[in-house]
Structures are given as structure tokens and as C-alpha cells.
């Protein structure tokens, strides 16, 4: 059920930027972050020679794009990992160059539905947050053990929250007597940390902090700024990288990444620019695309998607 109210973000676009490095038989498509496969279903029935590689963290989420794909069995390989561990997956798999490359980063709508996972503010549930909930550090561990200091830097840095010490002083006070196991304890102490004012605009008062959270137990900036490298490295000359974004930070190291290799690593002024100093990528967007209209009445959850894209162009020196 879940997988048949699953929209995907933008699908026609991701599909029409994939497509063209998609074409010949044994190319390589890797969704990094398969989650329920709608973006991956999409590019399967429009590139019928292209095969799959979907890699997703969540055990639950590769349990059930299994199934929503059962048609595109023969060409698609389901990997459980990390998306920063793409070199070594494909390494497994024997695939020294792939066509395609996907991210679809933040949270998926499978997540943000089940309830026990912690994510959603919107419901009471045991503080979890993990994307992989067989390891790591749950949510209720961060607010139960970290400082003062560190709560408040990550709900300002990853949160963008105005009352980010407020909040932070409030978590410490309240866990010196009662420690928190549920979601709904934190939306309490959040909502009452910030000023009455603050919490008539902008939505739920918790929503910063959650967002905040899921970013610092799932390591998720750190693991992008692997990621994106180890990604492009990986690409086919001709082969393209396609970018979800939903969050400033998450869209910052995207640019930062992809105009990188765009650009002439030759210094400024040569009248001629060297043998292996010309741009690696061509930027496929004009700056980061966003939804329009229609596509946000469509899916909420695009509301706030910045999309790049790029093709690689030629091979690193």
C-alpha cells in the first residue's frame, strides 16, 4: 500500500536528465538511495537496456522495493549499504564504471509513516530516528548524553533554529529527571522552549530540532561529502549524476561538488589551459532546479527539493 501511494519527487525530470547516458544494453543505473523505488521504477520502464543497482540503508525499505520492482528482477541488484560506500559496492559487484547515479537525500515517506521510527513530530513514538535501525546511535541517546553546547550546534547548524540554546538548556534540564524515550516528551520541551510568539508561525515548533536529529544520527552530511566524490569518480564518461536536495547544507555541498569538477583545475590566466586540467563534468541544470506549482500540489515533499545534475565528460587525469 505504502509503495502504491509513493510519489516520487520530480520523476519525469530525473528520468528525462538519466535517460540519454541510459540507453545501450548493459548500461549501469545506481539509485543510492532506493527508499520505495519510485524513481528507480520510472527509469527501469523508460530505459528497457539499462540495469539497477539499488542501495539503501533501510532494511525495510529493500524489503519492500523488492517487491514493488519484481518486474525488473532480471536487471536489478538491491544492495544494503551506505551510500558513501558505493566504491566498495560496486566493487563487489565487479562494475568498474556505471552510467547513472541518483540521490533522493532526507527522509523518505516510508519512514516518515511508520510511526515507531521516531521521525515524525506529529506523533508520539519511541525516539529513534535511525535510517538503519540494526546499528548506530539513536535519537534518544543524542538528547539524553550530549551538551549543552552540542545540541545547541547541531539544532543551529543542521536544525537552522533561532532558539536552537533555549531549546538545547531546556533538553538538559529536563532529562536530569525524567530521560527521554518518546518523541512526543521532546515536541513538549521543544514547544515550550520557544517563545509563544515564534510558535503561532512556521508550523509544528518541533520541526527544526527533528530535522536537526535525523542529520546527526545518520551522520548524513559527513557521509554526502564522501559520497558525492566517490560518485562521480564512478561515472562513465557520458554517464550522469542527478541530485535531490532538501535541505541548504545538503544542496551547498552538492554545488560544491559538482562545479568542482566542472570547472578547469589549470591555473587562472594560461593562455592555453593543460592535457588533463579541462572541466571533468558539464553541468546538466542551471543552477539548482526547484518544483513548480503543480508538482507541489502534487507532492508536498517537493516543496522544498533543489535538484542539480551533471555528465561526466571526460576521465580524471
Not at 12 to 26: E, F, K, T
Not at 50 to 55: E, K, R, S, Y
Request: hydrophobic share 45%; with cysteine; net charge neutral.
Amino acid at each position: 500500500m505504502a509503495a502504491a501511494l509513493h510519489v516520487p519527487v520530480l520523476v519525469d525530470r530525473v528520468v528525462s536528465l538519466l535517460a540519454p547516458a541510459l540507453q545501450r544494453r548493459g548500461t549501469v543505473f545506481v539509485d543510492a538511495t532506493v527508499g520505495l523505488g519510485g524513481h528507480a521504477e520510472a527509469v527501469l520502464a523508460h530505459c528497457p537496456d539499462a540495469c539497477l543497482v539499488g542501495v539503501d540503508r533501510d532494511h525495510h525499505a529493500l524489503d519492500r522495493v523488492a517487491g514493488r520492482l519484481a518486474g525488473f528482477s532480471s536487471r536489478m541488484t538491491l544492495v544494503h549499504a551506505v551510500y558513501d560506500q558505493l566504491p566498495a559496492t560496486l566493487g563487489e559487484l565487479g562494475l568498474a564504471r556505471v552510467h547513472g547515479v541518483l540521490f533522493d537525500l532526507g527522509v523518505s515517506s516510508m519512514q516518515l509513516d511508520q510511526v515507531e521510527r521516531g521521525f515524525a513530530y506529529s506523533q508520539d513514538a519511541p525516539l529513534d530516528m535511525r535510517m538503519d535501525t540494526s546499528s548506530g546511535t539513536t535519537a534518544a541517546e543524542v538528547v539524553n548524553t550530549y551538551s549543552v553546547d552540542d545540541l545547541s550546534r547541531i539544532f543551529s547548524r543542521y536544525g537552522e533554529e533561532r532558539f536552537a540554546r533555549r531549546i538545547a538548556a531546556a533538553i538538559v534540564r529536563e532529562r536530569a529527571t525524567t530521560p527521554f524515550v518518546t518523541s512526543g516528551q521532546l515536541v513538549a520541551v521543544v514547544r515550550d522552549a520557544i517563545p509563544a510568539a515564534a510558535r503561532r508561525t512556521g508550523g509544528n515548533p518541533a520541526k527544526r530540532t527533528f530535522q536537526a536529529l535525523r542529520i546527526e544520527v545518520n551522520d548524513e552530511l559527513s557521509t554526502l561529502r564522501r559520497a558525492l566524490p566517490a560518485a562521480i569518480d564512478a561515472l562513465a564518461v557520458g554517464g550522469r549524476i542527478v541530485v535531490l536536495s532538501y535541505h541548504s547544507l545538503e544542496d551547498r555541498l552538492t554545488k560544491q561538488a559538482l562545479v568542482a569538477r566542472a570547472s578547469s583545475s589549470a591555473p587562472i590566466g594560461l593562455p592555453v589551459v593543460p592535457a588533463g586540467h579541462d572541466p571533468e563534468l558539464r553541468l546538466l541544470t542551471r543552477g539548482a532546479e526547484t518544483a513548480d506549482d503543480q508538482e507541489v500540489q502534487r507532492n508536498p515533499r517537493a516543496a522544498s527539493v533543489r535538484m542539480r545534475a551533471a555528465e561526466r565528460i571526460r576521465e580524471a587525469a
